[in-house]
């Protein structure tokens, strides 16, 4: 019998490891945290988010300047941003009529840094 892709993660037995199980289970996030968290993960995951976060770990920037550089719309840059926003990742502050924003926390900054080492290894 030929394997097939899904074939190959499985277990050559069935089993059930209550002690894991429980384990896994007392120390299970709270369904809301789960989300937040895959909010998270689910805002990096996007190219140009992802790019965003990148050059604002470089300092701050305005929309204007974040529109040039990845060479959108600054209504798309906007948008992405309010996201961003809304799940603690960057902040901004308004200096006249220019708002400018930066990475919200060194938090952010570990986990952009901590990704880029994960795929280098």
């Known amino acids: ?18 002690k894991r199980i429980t384990v896994a289970a007392n120390d299970a996030l709270p369904e809301e945290e789960n989300q937040r968290m895959a909010q998270l993960f689910k805002a990096m995951g996007d190219g140009n988010r992802l790019k965003i976060l990148w050059a604002l770990d470089h300092g701050e920037m305005c929309v204007c300047d974040l529109a040039a550089f990845l060479q959108v719309s600054e209504s798309a840059v906007s948008h992405q941003l309010r996201m961003l926003r ?10 006249g009529p220019i708002l400018y924003y930066r990475l919200a926390d060194q938090h952010v900054r570990t986990l952009i ?5 994960h795929t280098r290894e």
């Open 113 to 117: 840094q901590t990704a880029l080492e």
């Open 1 to 18: 019998m030929q394997e097939t892709n899904d074939m190959i993660d499985l277990c050559d037995c069935r089993c059930i490891h209550a």
């Open 86 to 95: 809304q799940l603690q990742l960057v902040r901004n502050r308004r200096e």
